[in-house]
């Protein structure tokens, strides 16, 4: 049954402000551990690879469940996915704030990221269910300005809760943010959007994807291990007979023709993978670099740090506003051509590097960011069918969290091969120096393949 127009008009701005809360505190989450993790590293003394993987576990699973939630959502409701996201993250935030051990934190890290694949996977089909084409790009922007708020506050508000409570403060206040989210759809989101209720799941499909998308991501984190080579290779494999099963379902998990037949929603999500392979892991390796090379404490590393989320978030809801009249490729492009810069640019941190030139290198990769997110993802929403929305949200989450994996694994392989096990000490930090350089290198290059991704998408394409 279809809601009544003056009550979607009326839940408009409630959906609003519940999902941008949402947005501004998941982020929150993941940047403010990044912060953290010397200290966690230090209290449940954890090795490089350990410590990785605090922040790898919950991208993980994230990214694993994203496309089979995405599917559910559209067919069971996305405001009831969305609801028993927020519930299992809330719940595994507790739990994490409660862990004595590594192996515990990391579990937890891990029920953590399936709670936020549930929520990735149906906030943005629920921002672009409620919005007409006209003013998506607006509230598309201020729910990628609120991930960018988050990425803002964390190291401030992470560091100064680390520094004066310890780092479990980071999780139960997280808590606390779950418990008013969960009160607010419970009292206050009336509508739902479940136009694919009609479909049948395809289990088959969802196992098989997940088992493929878990050794690949698991094996490519581990390389240049002999096992890691073996996984990587089943996971590759794995997604060629997922792709031969798919074309012959009826309802698939995964609908192949998205990406074949509509090369907005194919390149627009290329182009998020190869932005966020080559960003994410910046603020974990800067954070690291300040702490360990600079002598920071885990508060002024993150009031450094804020620059680059601060001009995300202005930039962000800009860029929205603008994808509603411009193209979003082009807009995408000179977000992802200023990227570029701004990495480059990181390439030549060592010892002596100043804090300026730094915050200079920061702001750049901010504004490039902010310029690219908005118009990207205003493109992909746009470009499908609306019973495609759920799906439409979670490949786009999915390239978001898989290129986040790829760039932590990327960074942590680089690490590792410099100073293998050993903790970052300073008999070591010049090796660690040199592989900062080396994974700036890389991410560089991935950002050039992302500009021609961009400009090759070709023009909106905006459903009703």
């Known amino acids: 049954m279809e809601p009544q127009q003056n009550e979607v008009v009326d839940n408009k701005t409630v959906i609003l402000v519940v999902t941008m809360v949402t947005s501004f505190f998941t982020p929150f989450l993941g940047s403010a551990v990044s912060i953290a993790l010397p200290k966690i590293t230090h209290e449940l003394s954890l090795n490089s690879v350990f ?8 991208l993980l699973t994230s990214a694993i469940f994203l496309v089979p939630f995405g599917k559910l959502s559209d067919m069971i409701g996305r405001k009831k996915m969305f609801l028993m996201g927020n519930i299992v993250l809330t719940i595994a935030s507790l739990l994490c704030a409660l862990a004595n051990s590594g192996t515990m934190l990391i579990t937890y890290r891990l029920i953590q990221g399936i709670g936020s694949a549930m929520i990735f996977s149906s906030s943005m089909a629920i921002v672009t269910s409620a919005y007409p084409p006209h003013e998506r790009g607006k509230a598309i922007g201020l729910n990628v300005t609120a991930v960018y708020l988050g990425l803002s506050a964390s190291p401030l508000i992470g560091g100064l809760l680390t520094d004066s409570l310890g780092w479990r403060s980071i999780f139960y206040l997280n808590v606390v943010a779950g418990i008013l989210i969960i009160l607010g759809i419970l009292l206050k989101m009336k509508t739902e959007w479940a136009e694919a209720r009609h479909e049948k799941f395809d289990f088959a499909g969802a196992i098989i994807y997940v088992i493929s998308i878990t050794a690949l991501m698991y094996g490519f984190s581990k390389l240049p291990r002999e096992y890691a080579i073996i996984l990587t290779l089943t996971g590759i ?12 379902t009826r309802f698939p998990v995964l609908n192949l023709q998205l990406f074949g037949q509509n090369k907005v929603f194919a390149f627009s999500n290329l182009a998020a993978l190869i932005n966020y392979s080559a960003t994410f892991a910046v603020t974990f390796i800067l954070s690291l670099y300040l702490q360990y090379i600079k002598g920071l404490g885990a508060r002024e590393a993150g009031l450094l740090l804020i620059s680059q989320p601060a001009v995300m978030a202005i930039a962000a809801s800009v860029s929205g506003k603008l994808s509603d009249k411009y193209d979003s490729g082009l807009l995408s492009s000179i977000g992802m051509t200023i990227i570029v810069i701004g990495i480059t640019l990181l390439i030549f941190l060592d010892v002596n590097t100043s804090y300026t030139y730094l915050i ?3 702001l750049i990769l901010g504004l490039g960011f902010g310029i690219f997110s908005s118009p990207n993802t205003n493109a992909v929403m746009g470009s499908v ?9 979670a490949t786009v989450a999915t390239m978001r969290l898989s290129g986040q994996m790829i760039s932590m694994a990327t960074a942590a392989m680089i690490i590792h091969v410099f100073i293998g096990n050993e903790k970052i000490a300073p008999e070591n930090f010049h090796l660690f120096i040199r592989s900062i350089n080396i994974s700036f290198i890389v ?13 090759v998408r070709g023009k909106n394409v ?3």
Do not use: P
């Open 385 to 393: 069918d609306k019973k495609f929305l759920g799906i439409a949200s």
């Open 237 to 248: 494999a794995g997604f060629i007979i997922f792709v031969m099963i798919e074309k012959w």
């Open 51 to 58: 410590m990785s993987w605090v922040m790898m576990s919950y």
């Open 462 to 464: 905006r459903n009703g």
């Open 443 to 455: 991410f560089a290059v991935l950002c050039v393949f992302g500009v021609f991704a961009s400009l």
């Open 360 to 362: 200079i290198s920061l």
